[in-house]
């Protein structure tokens, strides 16, 4: 089984920029599409942004143009560039594996708290 670990997060200023990793386990180069999902308290965990394996992205509205999903097949690794960041992107920052259906495919890892502060 794939276990995944994201890091990277931290305490930024608005407007800074933070760079997350995600490292698989294992070989993630069968799962189609890999994304960074956000979760905060009291609220469902909501799906930032994808790519599938062919390079196709696709963001939320609210992270759009501000957030850059990459992969490198080679070290198993999924990265979130984000920049001009704001106070409501404050969250725990997981990656996964996401199905045709949306369900994440792996069991989740430990997440990475990012808070967007003055």
């Known amino acids: 089984q794939v276990q995944l670990g994201e890091s990277g997060g931290g305490l930024v200023q608005p407007g800074g920029s933070l760079r997350l990793s995600c490292a698989a386990s294992?070989?993630?180069?069968?799962?189609?599409?890999m994304g960074w999902y956000r979760q905060v308290p009291g609220k469902e965990r909501e799906l930032v942004a994808v790519?599938?394996?062919?390079?196709?992205?696709n963001y939320d509205d609210s992270v759009k143009g501000r957030f850059t999903i990459s992969r490198d097949y080679a070290k198993n690794t999924v990265y979130l560039q984000m920049n001009s960041l704001k106070p409501e992107d404050t969250a725990v920052y997981y990656c996964?594996?996401?199905?045709?259906?949306?369900?994440?495919?792996?069991?989740w890892g430990q997440g990475t708290q990012v808070t967007v502060s003055s």
């Open positions: 294992g070989s993630i180069f069968s799962i189609n599409s």
């Open positions: 790519m599938a394996r062919g390079g196709c992205t």
């Open positions: 996964n594996g996401v199905t045709a259906g949306g369900t994440p495919v792996f069991a």
